[in-house]
């Protein structure tokens, strides 16, 4: 498929330290690609680099094919929706949308009033005076009544409460499935966007340390808890993310394991469970920080 994001090399460095470092991946036209890691990770500076609010300091960033820093028509297919997104002195919400259907030719008015009234926006406040989940709530709707070929949402529903965060995914998914486009999202609550995710991108310490599609993720990891000495034998020579034991009872999760191996597992009298995208996650990244520390 066409690649409407492609990095290769792409670095970012202040002073000595390196943001985003050697990052290569692409994110295919019409596709939900997760921008995945830990707070200070560097996925804003790479969203940054990606719609042109940044210079790199080496490597290549092309968005649409092309170099997205002062590419007006590049800018004009993206919307860029921040956690922190400032809007002008005195904006009301009403003020946000309106310059927003200024701005993207495919804005939706329908759609953007009915976001309005589902997250309870209240069009004729001033931004600065609303409640952190009602601003992400302005943002969300830009976001999605937009329909920029590429919408990239850096945590903007941070705000939002359990109930709004699984309206904002719904709704999402709703007019994508009816509008594709191509969508970055960056996130730390991995299991409430895992089932939207065609793709997964994961930054750590500025480094990509996963860059693959979602399905074939779901199901690599598998947790075996049983007897010490059963999974002590079972792990060794595997691609262990995690132990834990507790006097004669082990826990481990490992990557890879095929059905044989599993059925294997369970006639030895160990229980097998399914490992989550968050979990896989959180072990890949703690083994790349045991890593660095080891360094």
């Known amino acids: 498929m066409t690649a409407v994001i492609a990095t290769s090399g792409l670095t970012k460095r202040f002073g000595r330290t390196n943001a985003v470092s050697d990052a290569t991946f692409e994110v295919a036209e019409h596709s939900i690609c997760g921008l995945l890691g830990r707070n200070g990770a560097g996925k804003s500076t790479l969203m940054n680099l990606i719609s042109g609010q940044e210079f790199a300091s080496s490597g290549e960033v092309a968005v649409f094919g092309e170099n997205p820093v002062e590419n007006a028509p590049v800018l ?124 997964v991108v994961v930054i750590d310490n500025g480094r990509l340390i996963m860059n693959e599609s979602a399905d074939e993720l779901r199901g690599t990891a598998t947790t075996l808890a049983g007897k010490h000495s059963e999974v002590q034998r079972f792990a060794e020579g595997r691609d262990v993310l995690a132990w834990d034991a507790l006097g004669g009872l082990a826990t481990v999760t490992i990557v890879g394991l095929t059905d044989d191996e599993r059925r294997e597992a369970l006639e030895a009298g160990l229980e097998a469970s399914p490992v989550s995208l968050q979990q896989l996650i959180i072990g890949r990244t703690r083994g790349n920080q045991r890593e660095e520390n080891a360094s």
Do not use: N
């Open 76 to 199: 004009a297919r993206t919307c860029f929706i921040k956690e922190s997104q400032a809007y002008p002195e005195g904006f009301k919400g009403k003020h946000a949308l309106r310059a927003a259907s200024w701005i993207f030719p495919h804005w939706d008015h329908e759609l953007a009033a009915e976001l309005v009234d589902e997250f309870s926006v209240p069009m004729d406040r001033l931004i600065k005076k609303m409640s952190r989940g009602q601003r992400s709530a302005v943002g969300v709707v830009i976001g999605i009544a937009a329909r920029a070929d590429l919408t990239i949402f850096d945590e903007p529903y941070a705000g939002l409460d359990a109930v709004a965060r699984q309206l904002f995914y719904d709704r999402l998914l709703q007019d994508y499935s009816q509008h594709p486009r191509t969508i970055l999202m960056s996130t730390h609550l991995i299991d409430e966007v895992a089932d939207l995710l065609d793709h």
